[in-house]
């Protein structure tokens, strides 16, 4: 199977072909509002260096949120259109799975916290064996002291690794909330902690996202491109002052 796989959820936005064997390409777009722009270019640009086509593809996988609202209603919007003219698969990966599952490799708890704005972090909790990462938690919008209420409701005295840009205006608040080993590395000697990855492993990666699809696909986890819609987890601003949240 091979996928275009579209990230549009943060700042940047970005594209990538992907197959059970691995990664054909990847481009980035350096601003996500700029994808309704430039977003078919750079379709066309990955595919090409892919060596492949849309007719080629099995489907569009696309982050579904959270995140930034127009840049997930952007991405969404261009795999729809791809969707419906190629009658291609459409399929939605929540990019909190996609964050936690590109450390699939660190074996323990994972948290992935997303700035939600208004005061707010993006959440979930995963565990991975190394290898196969599992979702614990539903996808929740909580206040950074709920946020620290629930990581030790349910990770208790385990490792746990955070990661995800909430770290920038709330890093303190979760270390101070979450005991004495946060923002330890490996090997520091402090315990059994929290541990902050680095800034590098925050951005959603679309290559993660295709791999997801893949997964999805093949489980025939595929959504309706007629009424598929972002996953904000919260109403938008927009929604909000209107009164429908």
């Known amino acids: 199977m091979r996928l275009l796989a579209i990230e549009s959820s943060g700042k940047v936005g970005e594209f990538a072909v992907v197959e059970e064997g691995g990664v054909l390409s990847e481009s980035t777009v350096d601003a996500a509002g700029r994808l309704l722009e430039k977003g078919i270019a750079v379709v066309e640009e990955v595919l090409g260096r892919a060596g492949t086509s849309l007719g080629e593809l099995d489907g569009v996988a696309v982050s579904m949120g959270p995140g930034s609202f127009t ?3 952007v991405g969404l919007a261009i795999a729809k259109g791809i969707c419906f003219r190629r009658e291609l698969a459409l399929i939605g990966v929540p990019t ?3 964050i936690a599952q590109a450390r699939s490799a660190h074996a323990g708890f994972i948290v992935p916290v997303m700035d939600a704005r208004r005061g707010e972090i993006y959440l979930s909790i995963y565990r ?3 290898s196969v990462v599992s979702r614990l938690a539903d996808y929740l919008a909580l206040k950074p002291d709920a946020a620290i209420e629930m990581i030790l409701g349910e990770c208790g005295g385990s490792p746990v690794l955070l990661l995800g840009d909430a770290i920038t205006p709330y890093g303190d ?3 101070s909330g979450l005991g004495p080993g946060a923002g330890c590395g490996p090997g520091a000697g402090c315990g059994p902690g929290f ?6 492993a925050w951005r959603v990666r679309a290559r993660v996202v295709g791999q997801i699809g893949l997964a999805l696909l093949g489980e025939g986890k595929v959504l309706d491109p007629v009424t598929a819609e972002p996953m904000y987890i919260r109403p938008s601003e927009a929604e909000r002052k209107a009164g429908r949240g």
């Not at 541990?195 to 590098?200: G, I, Q, R, T, Y």
Request: hydrophobic share 45%.
């Open 71 to 73: 840049g997930l209603r």
């Open 128 to 130: 991975s064996d190394g």
């Open 195 to 200: 541990e902050f990855a680095p800034e590098e």
């Open 96 to 98: 909190l799975d996609a």
């Open 173 to 175: 608040v979760l270390a």
